[in-house]
């Protein structure tokens, strides 16, 4: 399937209309402010982020996620139905049959939705571990049923953007290293014409980025550069990396998922528009395990509290750049000859893997992606095989810590509070009743409560990042 050119705009009304739109959205969401209860009025960055990411507190992990979507989406809401018409609008004067069509035209693959949901089957059996020990570690602050959705406000993340004020610490080194990896992007393709100057589709130049942060963090790369002591040893240093890795990146797949399945449905006219916000927290619990934490009224319409979703942004491209990461790793690991576990390849000084990286990202987006993969990995297609195998000793580490899939179970209605104490499972099932008395503006008291505060600081669970941005 070829990429088709876009030739016709709306016409001037639609289209001055559209910009109008696009850029109220874009006010609201970067001048809003959180007015906690007897506290100033706070901006999403530092302070909100701040609080999200280190507080314990539920009742004001509540308070703020809950302004956040009052002062945001909520706002942005009558903008946003607007959008979806317009974009809609635009598809079809470019003979898409919706916005959706127009933006999966990017990846020039026939049946790009199945693709991306199967390849999203492939990985949740390592999603769910994950899942089950975040739960159970949050387990340890909040009183969280062992078998159900997590809350979302308790994951350490409001959905920021990272604007970035460098400080010396590992989550900014990691940040410099990824935007290194575009910078060399840009100049593997700068001698191409302007309209090719663009990664091979929306994924490669992330997954380059992530690619290059990544291999910054490996505890054999840190020994190499002098930023770790001793050369790494042990099982456990492996499996602490290989855990900051997976929550920096497997937690983030159903999250990216999510956000463009739910559009596409939208504008697919597949939901109803008094359904929308239902339709987006049937997804949520679905693919990734969480429910709001307080009930959703008729007012609310929650994806735009996301920065992607009210500016246009489409979020499939960081869905795929995870899977092509790991891919891209496996590839050069190959070419520099790396022996061991996949986890453990340390590319630095390999000119074997530059030499492969570089014939990759030279062709920019002058080739069709497959050919570009090809290059890159030696196969064409997107494959989830190489992530597996990447995080497979932290696999067989959480089952042997008594994580297992127990199959899907049934949570009970939200009111009934926590079961099975202490008993830990995978998996959260999918109690529509739990869930309705959420969106369907019950009102019904929140069945997680904070337990007493404890001092102990699980730093690990503030890098479950959401949305891991730039
Ligand atoms: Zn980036």
């Known amino acids: 399937m070829m990429r088709k050119a876009f030739q016709m705009e709306l016409n001037e009304e639609d289209g001055k209309n559209l910009s109008q739109i696009l850029s109220n959205m874009s006010t609201i969401y970067s001048t809003a402010q959180v007015c906690l209860q007897g506290q100033q009025c706070m901006e999403l960055d530092p302070e909100l982020t ?16 809950e302004g956040w979507r009052k002062n945001v989406s909520r706002k942005i809401k009558p903008y946003y139905l607007q959008y979806l018409e317009l974009m809609n609008e635009k598809a079809k004067l470019n003979d898409f049959s919706d916005a959706g069509q127009m933006w999966r035209n990017e990846y020039e693959t026939e049946g790009f939705q199945e693709a991306m949901e199967g390849l999203y089957r492939e990985i949740r ?16 602050h909040y009183q969280i049923d062992p078998r159900g959705a997590l809350p979302v406000c308790v994951l350490g993340d409001i959905w920021g953007r990272i604007k970035m004020c460098t400080q010396v610490t590992m989550d900014d080194l990691q940040v410099a290293h990824h935007e290194l990896g575009h910078v060399q992007y840009f100049m593997q393709y ?5 309209t090719y100057r663009d990664g091979a589709n929306g994924g490669f130049h992330e997954a380059i980025g992530e690619l290059v942060g990544a291999m910054m ?27 900051m890795a997976a929550l920096q990146t497997v937690t983030t797949l159903p999250f990216h998922l999510v956000h463009d399945l739910w ?10 528009e008094d359904k929308y916000n239902e339709e987006f927290w049937k997804l949520m619990l679905e693919y990734a395990g969480v429910e709001p934490p307080v009930p959703r009224t008729d007012k609310d319409l929650d994806p735009p509290a996301l920065f992607h979703v009210a500016n246009n942004y489409d979020m499939i491209r960081y869905f795929t750049r995870t899977i092509l990461q790991f891919q891209i790793l496996e590839g050069l690991c190959r070419a520099a000859g790396h022996e061991g576990p996949l986890h453990t390849c340390d590319l630095h000084g390999s000119e074997e893997a530059g030499k492969v990286l570089a014939s990759g990202l030279a062709l920019g987006s002058s080739k069709p992606w497959p050919e570009v993969l090809k290059i890159l990995t030696g196969s064409s ?16 580490w959480l089952k042997d810590k008594g994580l297992r899939d127990t199959g899907p179970r049934d949570t009970g209605p939200r009111d009934s509070g926590p079961r099975d104490n202490g ?5 959260w099932g999918k109690d529509w009743r739990r869930l309705n008395d959420l969106i369907n503006y019950g009102g019904v008291a929140s069945a997680v409560t904070t337990t007493t505060a404890t001092t102990t600081t699980i730093t690990i669970l503030l890098l479950f990042l959401l949305i891991v941005s730039t």
């Open 50 to 65: 701040n609080i999200m990411a280190n507080s314990r507190n539920y009742s004001q992990l509540v308070e703020v996620w």
């Open 125 to 140: 059996p390592i999603y769910k571990l994950v899942h089950a020990y975040v739960r159970k570690r949050l387990r340890e």
């Open 190 to 194: 700068a001698h191409l014409p302007l």
């Open 217 to 243: 963090e490996t505890p054999q790369h840190l020994n190499k550069v002098g930023l770790l002591p001793h050369p790494p040893s042990g099982p456990e240093m492996g499996v602490n990396h290989l855990m």
């Open 263 to 272: 559009r596409w449905r939208v504008w697919r006219g597949e939901v109803e």
């Open 381 to 396: 297609n997107m494959s989830t095989r190489p992530l597996r195998q990447f995080f497979a000793p932290l696999e067989e």
């Open 423 to 427: 008993q830990e499972g995978v998996g």
